[in-house]
Nanobody, 122 residues
Framework: QVQLVESGGGLVQAGGSLRLSCAASGTIFSINAMGWYRQAPGKQRELVARITSGNTNYGDSVKGRFTISRDNAKNTVYLQMNSLKPEDTAVYYC?????????????????WGQGTQVTVSS
């Protein structure tokens, strides 16, 4: 089993910055992609940013403001959030997909963290 633990959320004023971290632990041989999604009250969960070994993807609303990075040795993903806006307020969830526990695994796991609240005041 794999666990994802997020940290770094909190309350910040508009224009400020926060850095989220998510560490994956458990029996892990490899992880294809790690990413961040968010869900605001009354809205669907949406992609914020996702990173694989060779590619990054961002949601349109965060391009140019947020940066995702990854430390493969630590199975950790980071999200640097700058120029925060009130509309960035949401619960942010970490995701790891394409997870193999051993090199011979044929099934790939998909895991979610518990979420961390980010609140941006105007």
């Amino acid at each position: 089993q794999v666990q994802l633990v997020e940290s770094g959320g909190g309350l910040v004023q508009a224009g400020g910055s926060l850095r989220l971290s998510c560490a994956a632990s458990g029996t892990i041989f490899s992880i294809n992609a790690m990413g961040w999604y968010r869900q605001a009250p009354g809205k669907q969960r949406e992609l914020v940013a996702r990173i694989t070994s060779g590619n990054t993807n961002y949601g349109d609303s965060v391009k140019g403001r947020f940066t995702i990075s990854r430390d493969n040795a630590k199975n950790t993903v980071y999200l640097q959030m700058n120029s925060l806006k009130p509309e960035d307020t949401a619960v942010y969830y970490c995701n790891a997909d394409g997870v193999k526990s051993t090199w011979y695994d044929r099934s790939l796991g998909d895991y979610w963290g518990q979420g961390t609240q980010v609140t941006v005041s105007s």
